[in-house]
Nanobody, 124 residues
Framework: QVKLVESGGGLVQAGDSLRLSCVSSGPISDYTYMAWFRQAPGKEREYVATITWHQSHVTYAEPAKGRFTISRDNAKNTLFLQMDRLNSDDTAVYYC?????????????????WGQGTQVTVSS
């Protein structure tokens, strides 16, 4: 079974940047979509951004547009999320997820493999 491991979270101040990474134990080229989700305390897990294997289709949830950038390095089996101009609303556990099936989706139930999450805390 493929294992996804996130890193790069931490405690930052509002306005700062962070870059999250997600390393796969297997080739991420086997996936059709990879995504970042996040879950804040007391809230449901929500979609942040997705990217296709060919990087030809990138999508963002509204809170991430203009501030976050998703990318992937297939040669290194790694997914990234560059987060700029962070604010307190971005505080959450961030998860990387991978989908093997066809079709774009923002529903967490449609993703097959998940990492354990990395905590991002933004102080105001």
């Amino acid at each position: 079974q493929v294992k996804l491991v996130e890193s790069g979270g931490g405690l930052v101040q509002a306005g700062d940047s962070l870059r999250l990474s997600c390393v796969s134990s297997g080739p991420i080229s086997d996936y059709t979509y990879m995504a970042w989700f996040r879950q804040a305390p007391g809230k449901e897990r929500e979609y942040v951004a997705t990217i296709t294997w060919h990087q030809s289709h990138v999508t963002y949830a509204e809170p991430a547009k203009g501030r976050f950038t998703i990318s992937r390095d297939n040669a290194k089996n790694t997914l990234f999320l560059q987060m700029d101009r962070l604010n307190s609303d971005d505080t959450a556990v961030y998860y990387c997820a991978a989908r093997s099936g066809p079709g774009f989706t923002v529903l967490s139930k449609d993703y097959d493999d998940w990492g354990q999450g990395t905590q991002v805390t933004v102080s105001s």
